[in-house]
């Protein structure tokens, strides 16, 4: 990995969190009463189902198959 690579990274990491945090503010600060058909609500809602899906796919490890570990639970073969 190189450094901008890694730098890149930890920013987009750091400007997600960052729009989750005034995302949850937004909604937290959000006029009541809510009614199921509140567009704007239910687009804030959207938004953050898919900041939070974001982060959780920046955080996992991904499996890429190999001649040697055809699938994620086949281990490595040694020879």
Do not use: W
């Amino acid at each position: 990995m190189s450094d901008s690579y890694s730098e890149d990274l930890r920013q987009a990491l750091a400007r997600l969190k960052e729009a989750r945090a005034a995302l949850s503010n937004e909604i937290r600060n959000y006029p009541t009463p809510i009614s199921g058909c509140d567009a704007q609500f239910n687009h804030l809602l959207s938004d953050r189902k898919r900041i939070n899906a974001a982060l959780v796919a920046l955080d996992q490890p991904v499996f890429i198959p190999t001649p040697r570990s055809p699938t994620p639970n086949a281990g490595v073969e040694s020879r």
